[in-house]
């Protein structure tokens, strides 16, 4: 058993050497796997570390990149929205108050947004705070008051200046005299672009803007627009202003009734479309889109309900020196009235199209609203009356009105007649000058500086008299009763409308004589009938004494419905009306129904002043005339005219023998240019005498008889002898050897006794049939020694035996000493011109008139003709012969 013991021993020995040896195995091959295992891990460690390492330095990187990716968005956003500002706050809407100053923009031009600080964002450049107010919506302004006065003064000031003048309008409510921002603008106030309304004032003060909105509404976006912004970026016009009503509660609860509350919603919902817009401060309003919230708090704490959360710095207010000067400048300009509207806004598309038949229909500007404003001449309202101060623009209506008128109807529907009493050429641009040749083709008559030939005014009146009756005749002829039946009856007729247009007509009305009396029962009679035969009469006047002159008859005023005041004009319409008191500079109020003051229209007269706007419409209707329409006559009274341009001289032709040689001795005062003549027939009394002491006159109206008669005879066929017994007549006669025959026989006061004594002779023993003799004496009164007996029997007898005196007496009596003295007859001067000489003075010579309404007057002479003339007739001697 020992040996099983020992065996056993021995065996447990191995079994456990064995077993230790396995163990050891087991131990080396674990450690081995541990290490292997370590190192495993030791490297996943290390590539893990790595690994993060890498990742770490990736996403730095990439976070680096997103950095630089965001500052760059970041920074191209700001600037996109720093350009946008620009852009969207041109000028003076968001220039910095540093270098502010207004840029009025035209009113067709899209509003600004309006700057009210920055906003603060990471970037380096700045990023205007904009509020969106004209065409857009409204504001509201809370928190820090003084910061709010800023918020608002600023607004105001960049609102003002971004527009012209007057187009923004404030209305400031201020109960609490809190100022608000808007004291400074108090220098708008006298030119109504800046009012208060007081405690109270709240409630009328939104009706008149919702009045406004219902307006704008229904007259002017009238269904086809749905903005006034619309409305201006399709026709590139603004015809209303902005208004901006600045409203400072006291931040009671019922400071608004229930019904300014219903007001106030409606102007925040339909305000902005028509350019009302609220700037609101501690007055409740309703939550809406297009209220823009300025949360107005110092530093970067203010916030703008358009910029979300983004913080916003106000900026501070404009300096006060800026806003008085800015808002007296607007005020002045203000005052000053609109930049004048141009001519071509009245013209129409194509020239000469309308028909006058029924009226004459044109416009004459613009409304305030921006409608054009027609004005009809036609059976109702038939004449205008016209008044406006001197230099408020009554020569300028009328030039725009024609200007309308004549672009539209062609010469052959319209017809003008101008006169102006006035010192000046006004209306000698529609004749044809020496500069320019064009005349506009619908005038037939011109006179200027009329404003001492009254009888220029008569004329044209007798001239009117006499179309009314041709075209009345014709009506009954044709058995219609107006000239749109004439014209329909007599398509081929010339029946253009008539407008006379005659300004400071109250020249012609003034004084009591014989031509105011007959120029009023002309008028008369134009105006009540000339109305349904096509004449119409314009009738303008810068005082008020030329209405007046028309008042004390009211039946003649009465036929005047149509009214155009110009501004500050008196009494032209209904006296209670004072529309022209308030008007801007170059408007007028038209007024069709005799200035009742429901009729009143306002209109913004364009600028027809301008030479080269109307002389390109001139030239252009000008050029459109047919050939066989002649040039308008012009008369104007400081020209003197000319002989050789006298159609009655031209006509002249020398014959061998002339039965009733006709003496020429000026141009008449009339519509048609004419030459006063006197006809030397084979009869008693067949004489002239010039009378009065003004030799160079004496001499033209000499000198045009002798150049006329001279005109008329072949030589040889009259014999023509001059005596000069006036040395101051010797030049004048010295010219006349040119035209007379070289047979004429030439006398002074050495030897006219013998002309005389021949002239004697053939007066009492020639025969009818002998030549006829032309006596031309000069100062004859000097004739010496018995010099006026002889004189006497030439007259009484020489004209039956073709012996006429046409001689000049330096004044009436030194004739009627020539004639014999006081008791003498005087029928053997049987024409007569008479210058520098009293009407009183020339009763003798007036058979049966008394003595003529005559006060000399330069360059004028009356002349009577005793075998055609009912009335003496008023003559401008011929000049440089
Ligand atoms: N609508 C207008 N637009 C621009 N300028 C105007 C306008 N109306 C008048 N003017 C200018 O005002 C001035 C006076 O105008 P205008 O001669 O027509 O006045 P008036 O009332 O006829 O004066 P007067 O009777 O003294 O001649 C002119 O220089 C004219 O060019």
């Known amino acids: 058993m020992p040996e099983s013991r020992s065996q056993q021993v021995v065996e447990v020995r191995a079994a456990l050497s064995h077993a230790l040896g396995a163990a050891k195995d087991s131990l080396d091959a674990a450690e081995t796997e541990l290490e292997a295992a370590l190192d495993r891990r030791n490297r996943v460690v290390a590539a893990a570390r790595e690994r993060r390492g890498r990742l770490a330095h990736e996403r730095d990187k990439r976070l680096g990149e997103i950095d ?110 809190l100022g608000g921002g808007l ?55 603004r015809p209303e202003p902005w208004r901006v009503a600045i409203l400072l509660g006291s931040g009671r609860p019922d400071e608004l009734s229930k019904h300014e509350r219903g007001q106030l919603d409606r102007l925040v919902r339909t305000g902005a479309a028509c350019g009302v817009h609220l700037v609101i401060r501690d007055i409740p309003v309703p939550q809406a889109a297009n209220i823009e919230i300025i949360d107005a708090m110092p530093g970067d704490g203010a916030r703008l309900s358009g910029c979300g959360d983004l913080p916003v710095q106000l900026d501070h207010g404009p300096p006060q020196a800026v806003v008085t000067s800015t808002c007296r400048q607007i005020a002045d300009a203000v005052a000053a009235g609109p930049e004048p509207v141009a001519l071509d806004s009245l013209l129409p598309e194509q020239e000469w199209q309308e028909t006058s038949a029924r009226a004459l229909t044109a416009p004459l500007g613009d409304s305030p609203q921006g409608a054009p404003v027609h004005v009809t001449l036609s059976d109702y309202p038939p004449h205008a009356l016209i008044a406006g101060p001197s230099g408020t623009g009554k020569t300028n209506l009328i030039y725009a009105w024609m200007g309308a008128l004549a672009a539209r109807y062609s010469p052959a529907e319209l017809a003008f007649y101008l006169l102006d009493f006035k010192e000046g050429v006004s209306f000698a641009r529609f004749a044809p000058g020496r500069r320019d040749p064009s005349w506009l083709p619908h005038v037939r008559l011109v006179g200027v500086n009329v404003n001492t030939d009254r009888e220029f005014g008569l004329a044209l009146l007798r001239f009117l008299g006499a179309e009314l009756r041709a075209r009345a005749d014709a009506a009954k002829r044709h058995e219609v009763t107006n000239l749109a039946e004439l014209r329909a009856e007599d398509p081929d007729g010339s029946w253009p409308r008539i407008v006379a ?145 006298s159609p009655d001289f031209r006509r002249m032709t020398p014959a061998a023998t002339v039965a009733a040689p006709v003496v020429l001795l000026g141009e008449t005062i009339d519509v048609e240019s004419r030459s006063a003549r006197t006809v030397l027939r084979r009869a008693p009394g ?122 000049w007496w330096r004044g009436a009596s030194l004739l009627r000493d020539t004639l014999g003295g006081q008791a003498s007859r005087t029928d053997v001067i049987g024409s007569w011109v008479a210058l520098d000489v009293h009407g009183s003075e020339l009763s003798p010579y007036y058979p049966g008139h008394g003595s003529p309404a005559w006060y000399p007057r330069p360059w004028r002479a009356l002349h009577f003709d005793r075998s055609v003339h009912r009335g003496a007739e008023v003559i401008i001697p011929y000049g440089h012969q």
Request: hydrophobic share 45%.
């Open 686 to 807: 067949r004489n002239i005498a010039v009378m009065g002491t003004r030799v160079d006159e004496a001499c033209a109206v000499l000198n045009t008889a002798a150049r006329s008669l001279a005109a008329q005879f072949e030589p040889g066929a009259a014999q023509f002898k001059v005596a000069c017994l006036d040395t101051d007549a010797a030049t004048a006669v010295e010219s006349l050897k040119a035209f007379l025959p070289a047979d004429t026989g030439y006398y002074d006061a050495d030897n006219v006794d013998l002309l005389l004594e021949d002239a004697q002779d053939r007066a009492t023993s020639g025969t009818s049939a002998d030549k006829p003799m032309f006596l031309l004496l000069y100062a004859v009164d000097a004739a010496p020694g018995n010099g006026a007996a002889m004189l006497r029997t030439i007259l009484r007898q020489g004209p039956e035996r073709r012996v006429h005196v046409i001689g």
């Open 501 to 645: 247009i005659v300004d400071e007509f109250q020249v012609l009305l003034s004084g009591r004589d014989a031509v105011a009396a007959e120029a009023v029962d002309l008028l008369e009679d134009l105006a009540r009938r000339g109305r349904s035969q096509g004449i119409h009469l314009v009738l303008a006047s810068q005082d008020v004494s030329g209405i007046e002159a028309l008042w004390g008859r009211p039946a003649l005023v009465a036929q005047f419905s149509l009214r155009i005041a110009l501004p500050r004009a008196r009494r032209v319409l209904a006296e209670t009306n004072t529309a022209a008191d308030v008007l801007p500079r170059y408007h007028a109020v038209v007024n069709a129904d005799s200035g009742a003051v429901e009729a009143n229209r306002v209109v913004r007269v364009p600028d027809a002043g301008n030479r080269e706007r109307w002389s390109a419409l001139q030239h252009r209707l000008w050029r459109r005339r047919t050939q066989e329409l002649p040039a308008p006559r012009l008369f104007d009274g400081d020209a003197i005219p000319r002989l050789d341009d």
């Open 68 to 177: 630089e990716q965001h500052e760059r968005d970041l920074a191209e956003l700001a600037e996109t929205a720093a350009e946008t500002a620009a852009a969207a706050a041109p000028g003076a809407a968001g220039a910095p108050w540093q270098r502010w100053s207004p840029t009025p923009a035209d009113s067709g031009t899209t509003a600004p947004e309006l700057r009210v600080g920055e906003l603060l964002l990471p970037w380096d450049g700045e990023v205007p705070a904009l509020v969106p107010l004209l065409d857009r919506g409204h504001v509201l302004v809370r928190g820090d008051p003084r910061v709010g006065d800023d918020v608002v003064a600023g607004l105001l000031l960049r609102a003002l200046g971004s527009v012209t003048p007057g187009r923004v309008t404030l209305t400031g409510y201020d109960p609490e005299q």
């Open 183 to 237: 004291a400074g603008f108090a220098p708008l106030a006298p030119a109504g672009v800046l009012q208060f309304v007081g405690p109270g004032g709240l409630g009328p003060l939104l009706d008149e803007l919702v009045d406004n909105v219902r307006r704008i509404n229904e007259t002017v976006l009238a269904g086809e627009h749905s903005s006034l912004r619309e409305l201006a970026s399709a026709t590139g016009r």
